[in-house]
T-cell receptor, first 110, second 114 residues
Framework: NAGVTQTPKFRVLKTGQSMTLLCAQDMNHEYMYWYRQDPGMGLRLIHYSVGEGTTAKGEVPDGYNVSRLKKQNFLLGLESAAPSQTSVYFC?????????FGPGTRLTVT | AQSVTQPDIHITVSEGASLELRCNYSYGATPYLFWYVQSPGQGLQLLLKYFSGDTLVQGIKGFEAEFKRSQSSFNLRKPSVHWSDAAEYFCAVVYGGATNKLIFGTGTLLAVQP
């Protein structure tokens, strides 16, 4: 039981490049979330999903897209990366109200 | 709007001393409250949660928290801190009904002196 895993762990992008972050969970959770963590700002919700095939915007969705084609996977896409998207990205999943977090992806956009 | 405030950005305590980390929330209804811990370079781990009932809740690693509705607070405590407790601690509240979305505080970074 791996819990919540994230791929990749680190990535450096140039401005304008695109990439996809993968989150996978093996706990059969319905709900999944993408957050970004920036110094002094805690975690902020980017997008979330309440089930396979559904997605919704969170607090800071601009510049990101998501897809939930399979229940166990939640993908976060950056179509045209900007330096402001330099951050640590965390995925989480939940069945009830308790969320379980992945180890994070550190993304740097130069 | 719902919000969570952690007034202490950084706290330093000596090993063996007691600890209290403050958390205040703004939420119209009865809140679901959480404390998470993040060790350097790691994800967040759930320490404890409060939904209802007994206002003093016990968590993992010897932590406890007390919900005080009159003060809109959910402070985290530990009677004797260990060096391994050095980490960042986040308070959070659920909002958004059935979607279980969390609002996080900005975190308190705990340093432990030998």
């Amino acid at each position: 039981n791996a819990g919540v895993t994230q791929t990749p762990k680190f990535r450096v992008l140039k401005t304008g490049q695109s990439m996809t972050l993968l989150c996978a969970q093996d706990m059969n959770h319905e709900y999944m979330y993408w957050y970004r963590q920036d110094p002094g700002m805690g975690l902020r919700l980017i997008h979330y999903s309440v089930g396979e095939g559904t997605t919704a915007k969170g607090e800071v969705p601009d510049g990101y897209n998501v897809s939930r084609l399979k229940k166990q996977n939640f993908l976060l896409g950056l179509e045209s990366a900007a330096p402001s998207q330099t951050s640590v990205y965390f995925c989480a999943s939940s069945y009830g109200t308790s969320q379980y977090f992945g180890p994070g992806t550190r993304l740097t956009v130069t | 709007a719902q919000s969570v405030t952690q007034p202490d950005i950084h706290i330093t305590v000596s090993e063996g001393a007691s600890l209290e980390l403050r958390c205040n929330y703004s939420y119209g209804a009865t809140p679901y409250l959480f404390w998470y811990v993040q060790s350097p370079g790691q994800g967040l781990q759930l320490l404890l949660k409060y939904f209802s009932g007994d206002t003093l809740v016990q968590g993992i690693k010897g932590f406890e928290a007390e919900f005080k509705r009159s003060q809109s607070s959910f402070n985290l405590r530990k009677p004797s801190v260990h060096w391994s407790d050095a980490a960042e601690y986040f308070c959070a509240v659920v909002y958004g009904g059935a979607t279980n979305k969390l609002i996080f505080g900005t975190g308190t970074l705990l340093a432990v002196q030998p």
